[in-house]
């Protein structure tokens, strides 16, 4: 009964990504024509694109050395961690409702022997780095609906967030291996270690995080400007926009639809022409996707057996 739910459910976020990605489709059909959409690309120096795919490739290798950092991997073990990365990415942008996410802990069972309890809470600790880097990055703009004052008040509410969880997570998963039957225990134990467990790891996987987003967002938000003529500023938050559309529980396929609307309501309160937004939203996904899907089938020439 339970299976058949949950083959419903997904089969009904599947629909719904279709429909995203059927919807984008025709809008795009009828405000922007194929060679419209491609000719920023046609405009494009060749010296800029390679260094945006550099850019996008450091992107990438600072998310792995922070895999890599995070559980103290051996000095040999960079490679595989760059492989896990690439795929991992590759993965999620590919596959249906954010379940490329699963890829994570599985890579990592395989590759390193790593339990997957322990590698699925070291997944969430670094989703939750990430929500925080964006939202730290954002708060600029929250200000247009909430006011300075109240900005404020959530950035001595939210900022120190990191740092209490990580120091209340042993007291918090003491207690719950107190209230939990006993069988749950190792359960618990696994869930614990996944997480940072001494200062070292906690401070520099915050590191890694803001300097990846840092980079990430400052290239998205340049790509936005050379596809469509808008302000930094604006591009800046459109690039947030899209990456927290990933947060969404539906998804376009592959992200289409949903990543659009994720820049355009960043773009939204800088009046810029509708059109102009749909063309820089699709060929920067467009970017993307080229980008995750090539990196990610040539990191499967990265060659090392299982550890173990």
């Known amino acids: 009964m339970q299976t058949s739910f949950n083959s419903k ?3 009904i976020r599947i629909l719904f990504g ?17 060679q419209q959409l491609l000719q920023p690309w046609q405009a494009l120096p060749y010296q800029t694109l390679l260094l945006m795919i550099a850019i996008m490739a450091l992107s990438y290798t600072i998310r792995s050395i922070r895999l890599y950092d995070y559980f103290n991997m051996q000095r040999n073990d960079f490679l595989l961690c760059l492989k896990i990365t690439l795929q991992h990415n590759m993965y999620n942008n590919l596959l249906p409702m954010r379940s490329g996410e699963l890829s ?31 939202f730290i990055f954002s708060i600029y703009l ?25 120091h209340y997570q042993t007291s918090f998963f003491s207690r719950l291996q107190n209230l939990l039957p006993t069988r749950f225990g190792n359960t618990v134990e696994k ?10 790891a906690f401070w520099r996987s915050l590191f890694w995080s803001f300097f990846n987003w840092l980079l990430k967002l400052g290239l998205l938000a340049w790509f936005l400007t050379l596809f469509s003529p808008m302000p930094l ?5 459109g690039a947030i926009g899209g990456d927290l559309s990933s947060v969404l529980p539906i998804h376009g396929i592959a992200g289409f639809g949903t990543y659009e609307a994720g820049v355009a309501a960043g773009l939204a309160l800088f009046k810029l022409a509708p059109q102009a937004i749909l063309q820089a939203a699709i060929n920067l996904h467009l970017f993307i996707l080229g980008m995750s899907i090539i990196s990610g089938l040539l990191s499967f020439l990265i060659r090392r057996k299982s550890h173990g």
Do not use: E
């Open 142 to 166: 929250l200000q247009w609906w909430l006011g300075a004052s109240s900005v404020i008040t959530l950035l001595i509410l939210i900022l120190p967030l990191p740092w209490l969880l990580f």
């Open 191 to 200: 869930l614990h270690q996944g997480l940072p467990q001494h200062q070292k």
């Open 9 to 11: 459910s997904l089969l």
């Open 233 to 237: 500023s604006a591009a800046w938050f």
């Open 104 to 134: 994570f802990p599985v890579l990592l069972k395989h590759f390193f022997k790593l339990d997957i309890r322990q590698s699925a809470s070291a997944l969430l600790w670094f989703r939750l780095l990430d929500l925080y880097c964006l």
């Open 18 to 34: 279709a429909m995203f990605l059927g919807a984008l489709l025709w809008i795009a059909s009828q405000n922007i024509n194929l």
